[in-house]
């Protein structure tokens, strides 16, 4: 009988350089609600320019990694590109930076700033309902930072309500994309692991 091989993510033996822990990564699911919901994802994934983060799609999900500006990018232009005005769609989202399994993409991080789609998406706009839960790790003062994100989204004017266990927005997609930047940016800054789960949903049925 073959020995079991068990997987560990302990930062000992995981984080293979200090790069690592610079990579952002996002793993999310398109889901166009409508009979040719394929032709619209493979369209949208067509017109999204990838090569400036590393890219992997499997049979449930996609996911981008690399610089955080960059996958923030390549996942707002698949969203805009795959809108339908008549269609009902929704992405589930999951962004993460500072998992001690980061190991893959570090040559994404010597890119430069500039984004490769935001020029052919930044003038797109449509309303979106949202939901977002954020899970700081490795933080014993982790209550201090859901606040403050969720203050901002209060001050932005995109905030809802909040509900058990998530907190709801609407906001114009240029908006919502510029607050997922921001959500992004001061957990990268104030947690070394944080999980920021979004999901959107668009033409919702009355």
Known sequence: MSEKKYVSYSSSNSCSTDLTKQITGCRFSLSPMCDDYISIILNALKHVDTSKVWSNTDTLSTVYRGKRVHVEDAVKA????????D???????????????????????AEDDLLANELSIKDIHFPVECKIALYP???GNYMDIIPNVV???????????????????????????SYIDYVNEYCGSHLSHYVFEVTMAVNLPE
């Open 87 to 109: 269609v009902h769609m929704s992405l589930e989202a999951t962004f993460s930076k500072g998992s001690p399994g980061d190991t893959e993409g570090e040559s994404y991080l």
């Open 78 to 85: 698949l969203f805009i590109n795959a809108y339908k005005k």
């Open 137 to 139: 790790l490795g933080d």
């Open 151 to 177: 203050n901002t989204a209060i001050d932005r004017g995109i905030y809802k309500e909040s509900a058990h266990y998530c907190t709801f927005l609407q906001a114009d997609v240029q908006s919502l994309f």
